[in-house]
């Protein structure tokens, strides 16, 4: 059991090696919402909830009283999500999505442990074709994805990468919202 902790503890430990690329995130969201604009987004699984999550504590508060800021989770309508993936294709879920809620000045933060899931990555693509700016969340190994920014945290145990993820989106909510 203890091996548990210490392994969890050096992967907390090495998020530190993360500090510029999550700097840049929060100076990237702060300016976009400071400009009016909004955050988007999109995961799969654990992905999907983290998705959730996170825009849930832009919309209400993550520590302190502060203004409503403007996220939406793709991941979170189970009828747009159906209804897309039946018409279009499961790989269009969150891509269609943009189309119709996302504008230039947004961003999309994409969330992909693997790195590989084909929605996520057409997601990415299709913001980028809309001048929308993506921040991409995944594991240890690089993407060939053009992300604005790309936070690579150092595992590639699925449970363990979503552990920081959530640890990272809850540092970037405090440091966006200390910057209100």
Do not use: W
């Amino acid at each position: 059991m203890k091996e548990l902790f210490e392994k969890r503890i050096e992967n907390f430990k090495n998020l530190a090696s993360l500090e510029k690329e999550i700097s840049i995130a929060v100076n990237l969201i702060t300016s976009s919402l400071k400009s009016g604009n909004k955050l988007l987004f999109c995961g799969n699984g654990g992905s999907a909830s983290d998705s959730n999550h996170l825009s849930a504590e832009f919309i209400s508060k993550f520590k302190k009283e502060r203004k409503s800021l403007p996220a939406i989770s793709l991941s979170a309508n189970n009828s747009i999500i159906t209804a897309i993936g039946n018409d279009f294709g499961f790989e269009n879920v969150f891509k269609r999505q943009i189309e119709g809620l996302g504008q230039e000045g947004d961003i999309l933060i994409a969330i992909t442990t693997s790195g590989k899931s084909k929605n996520v990555k057409e997601a990415v693509k299709r913001a980028k074709e809309l001048n929308i700016k993506t921040i991409l969340l995944t594991g240890k190994n690089k993407t060939n994805l053009k992300c604005d920014i790309e936070i690579n945290v150092p595992s590639d145990v699925t449970a363990e990468i979503q552990e920081m993820h959530i640890t990272i989106g809850h540092i970037i909510c405090e440091a966006v919202e200390n910057n209100f």
